[in-house]
């Protein structure tokens, strides 16, 4: 059974405080994703990651960065947090063969 | 450009009335389409996918080139059925792949 675990469920961070968000998987899958997911917007792509030390960015990357030090390690980074990305943050793994997706519980940040 | 379209925000059904999510979509290669599903409190998970052509908790979804669509359909609506349902476009880019998703829907069924 695939395993991907978000280290926060619940984040509440001020303006400007620098977030970080943790992700990890235990299936060796080579693509690690992080999107956002907003009511009537659905789920945006922020950036991508398909081998170590490799990232892409996604359809909405500006005020995020990625580290992806470890196959099975994918960090989401905001640098300096805005209200605007108050969201629920997934990370997402996938299997190259058939591209099929798996997808943690979730990260509900606040922004204040 | 790779686009998903779900035109339906909100859909609401009675418990045994045949049900039709829709999704439209536009890629210049060869599409693969997925539906996910995420019930209440609960992680997304895929219902669908159609490759396979299988038949999940009775739900069935054709690709129709022909109209871009892969609509997800079930005759006999559950109240358990009810959930966000989001259709996704599988693409290439650079060399690399991910999944465009649409907006989603959120099916209500009604006892």
């Known amino acids: 059974d695939v395993k991907v675990t978000q280290s926060s469920r619940y984040l509440v961070k001020r303006t400007g405080e620098k977030v970080f968000l943790e992700c990890v998987q235990d299936?060796?899958?080579?693509?690690m994703f992080w999107y956002r997911q907003d009511p009537g917007l659905g789920l945006r792509l922020i950036y991508f990651s398909y081998d170590v030390k490799m990232k892409e960015k996604g359809d909405i990357p500006e005020g995020y960065s990625v580290s992806r030090e470890k196959k099975e390690r994918f960090s989401l980074i905001l640098e300096s947090a805005s209200t605007n990305q108050t969201s629920m943050y997934l990370c997402?793994?996938?299997?190259?063969?058939?591209?099929?997706?798996?997808f943690g519980e979730g990260s509900r940040l606040t922004v204040l | 450009a790779q686009r998903v379209t779900q035109p339906e925000k909100l859909l609401s059904v009675f418990k045994g009335a045949p049900v039709e999510l829709k999704c439209n979509y536009s890629y210049s290669g060869s599409p693969e389409l997925f539906w996910y599903v995420q019930y209440s409190r609960q992680r997304l998970q895929l219902l669908l996918r159609h490759i396979s052509r299988e038949s999940i908790k009775g739900f069935t979804a054709d690709l129709n080139k022909g109209e871009t669509s892969f609509h997800l359909k079930k005759p006999f609506a559950q109240e358990e059925d009810s959930a966000m349902y989001y259709c996704?476009?599988?693409?290439?880019?650079?060399?690399?792949?991910?999944?465009?998703f649409g907006k989603g829907t959120k099916l209500t069924v009604n006892p």
């Open positions: 996704a476009l599988r693409s290439s880019q650079g060399g690399s792949e991910k999944l465009v």
């Open positions: 299936m060796d899958h080579e693509n």
């Open positions: 997402v793994t996938g299997e190259t063969n058939t591209g099929e997706l798996f």
